[in-house]
């Protein structure tokens, strides 16, 4: 399933840790159902979203699943 629709946060919530607390609270999540990490992709372009994903102590990883033969994706992991 591809989803194609764009979310947009307005300028006035950029910079207030926002996205860092609804990370922090998944992975509490993820961790209290027992998951010991979690693995994301991104596209290479999303700057934005890389440097998020490094600042919250997300590695970058082989890629993975439907990724693997993806030239533009970027995998990372986090061991909780």
Do not use: H
């Amino acid at each position: 399933m591809e989803n194609t629709e764009l979310i947009q946060v307005a300028p006035d919530y950029w910079n207030k840790g926002i996205a860092r607390r609804v990370v922090q609270r998944l992975e509490e999540e993820a961790a209290r159902q027992g998951y010991q990490g979690i693995k994301l992709e991104t596209g290479d372009q999303q700057t934005e979203a890389i440097g998020f994903y490094k600042k919250n102590g997300y590695g970058e990883i082989e890629r993975f699943g439907e990724y693997a033969d993806c030239p533009s994706s970027l995998c990372f992991e986090k061991r909780l």
